[in-house]
């Protein structure tokens, strides 16, 4: 399972020129699942995630996490993470096929939710429109296997 985890001033993204998903301060989440990622991952990228502490203290130190910030949770499905960049037209068969990869990313979500954090979200499979502010740029790139 891959994310790339922005710190936000803002992000939403749309569908057709419709918001459906919006948040403030906080973080996005780019989320890819490959073909060997199950529960287990999720589970680990979620507590990863949502414990993140790169939100400034009153010392300007990253020693924050989304709680303590007071952040949202913007998800968006990213199968564009396992990209086979070895020729000039990325390949995408290193992606887990929807049928697998489209539960883990609702269960991601679950997850989410499960730990205080009720994600903002786009749609699987969706062509998307992702909007962000950065702020930083903070960005992080997890890799769990």
Known sequence: ???VVTRVA???VEIG???CGKIGRGLLVLL???PEDGEAQVEKLAEKICHLRVFSDENGKMNLDLAAAGGGLLVVSQ???YADTSSRRPGFTKAARPEQAEP???YFLDCCRRRG????HGEFGADMQVF???DGPVTILYDID
């Open 17 to 19: 020129g419709r918001v």
């Open 117 to 120: 954090f009720p994600p903002a």
């Open 10 to 12: 803002g992000a939403s």
């Open 79 to 81: 199968f564009t993470l």
């Open 1 to 3: 399972m891959r994310a």
């Open 132 to 134: 962000s502010q950065n």
């Open 32 to 34: 890819g699942v490959g």
């Open 104 to 106: 883990l990313y609702e």
